[in-house]
């Protein structure tokens, strides 16, 4: 009889998915916030490691455990890992894709419509008393119908975000390395990254982090939005040249930017951006719903379980790994 797979485990699970690792292996759990010498010796022996962002698996981790044959992490983000070296070593990196399309494409909206509407400073107005004093209210703001979305990046995220903006009548353009869309997918039009900026209202983007993403949007780029025109980002920080966006808002050269991610996480409290007032910034909240985060959880048990059952997980980051 084979010997039941070592799990090792830094996630707080549902009674449900916690059953599914203990009928499927000895589960260890362990602090992933440990010192990484600790975190070594907790992992010392793993078949399969279950983690959050913030885990290091690194040459140490490999040689304490070489028999190590899933990571799964909750989040969908990789660029925390070194995919070459996991693959390297035969170690298959899962990660949670799908599950959270929605509630992204929900928080893109809500950015849209606050900025379209310019909610934030009627809050502020209502809240600091000036509406009990009767004082004027802020200025107008404008209807997202009929205005123009740039969705950068076109996949899984994207398209849902096309469809609730046809919800509110605007005019989608899109933008990805593809020009013909996939079969199935919403309306819209393509259109060169540089034309999509100089068109667009509003610009929002949903590029994963890769080489060829990184300060995909940077002075040039910002240069070619209308003064009138809003950027969004719920992707990735590091895809936005922050100290570009910055200098452009801060010389109102756009009107603003909402940004659930940034270069660093969490920011310097001092960090000149989250101070500027035409700038919304959320705490990387883009999956924070409690149905979202318990989806995540289940679909990283799942892959987990798939690899160390010899079958093919439903999210994988490096499929060369399982020959």
């Not at 899962?94 to 509407?117: E, G, H, K, W």
């Not at 096309?162 to 990805?176: E, I, P, S, T, Y």
């Not at 997918?185 to 540089?194: A, F, I, K, N, V």
């Not at 799942?302 to 093919?312: F, Q, Y």
Request: net charge negative.
């Amino acid at each position: 009889m084979s010997t039941p797979p070592t799990i090792c485990n830094a996630v707080q699970l549902e009674p449900e998915f916690a059953e599914k690792l203990a009928a499927a292996g000895t589960v260890r759990e362990f602090i992933g916030t440990a010192p990484q010498n600790e975190v070594v010796e907790a992992l010392r022996g793993a078949d399969g490691i279950l983690l959050r962002p913030g885990v290091v698996i690194d040459e140490m981790v490999l040689a304490a455990a070489p028999d190590l044959k899933i990571v799964a992490t909750t989040s969908v983000g990789y660029n925390a890992f070194d995919v070459d070296l996991l693959t390297e070593h035969g170690v298959a990196l899962c990660n949670t894709p799908i599950v959270l399309n929605d509630a992204v494409a929900d928080l893109t909206m809500a950015f849209m419509l606050i900025l379209s509407r310019g909610l934030m400073r009627f809050e502020q107005h209502s809240r600091s008393g000036a509406w009990g004093r009767r004082e004027a209210l802020p200025p107008l703001a404008h209807d997202p119908k009929g205005k123009t979305l740039g969705i950068v990046g076109f996949g899984r995220i994207g398209k849902e975000v096309a469809r609730r903006a046809q919800g509110f009548k605007m005019n989608v353009l899109w933008h990805d390395v593809f020009e013909e869309a996939p079969t199935g997918s919403p309306d819209g039009t393509y259109r060169p990254l540089d034309d999509l900026l100089r068109e667009s209202d509003f610009v929002s983007l949903h590029t994963d982090l890769n080489p060829t993403s990184l300060q995909l949007i940077g002075e040039r780029e910002i240069g070619l939005m209308p003064p009138h025109a809003y950027l969004i980002n719920t992707s990735r920080g590091p895809v936005v040249d922050q100290q570009a966006l910055t200098k452009a808002l801060e010389s109102n050269a756009i009107a603003g930017a909402a940004l659930d991610v940034l270069e660093d996480e969490p920011p310097d409290p001092d960090e000149p951006i989250v101070q500027l007032p035409n700038v919304i910034t959320f705490p990387h909240i883009g999956t924070a719903t409690e149905e979202t985060r318990k989806a995540m959880r289940g679909l990283a048990v799942e892959n987990l379980l798939s690899v160390l059952a010899g079958e093919e997980p439903p999210a994988i980051v490096n499929p060369s790994v399982l020959g």
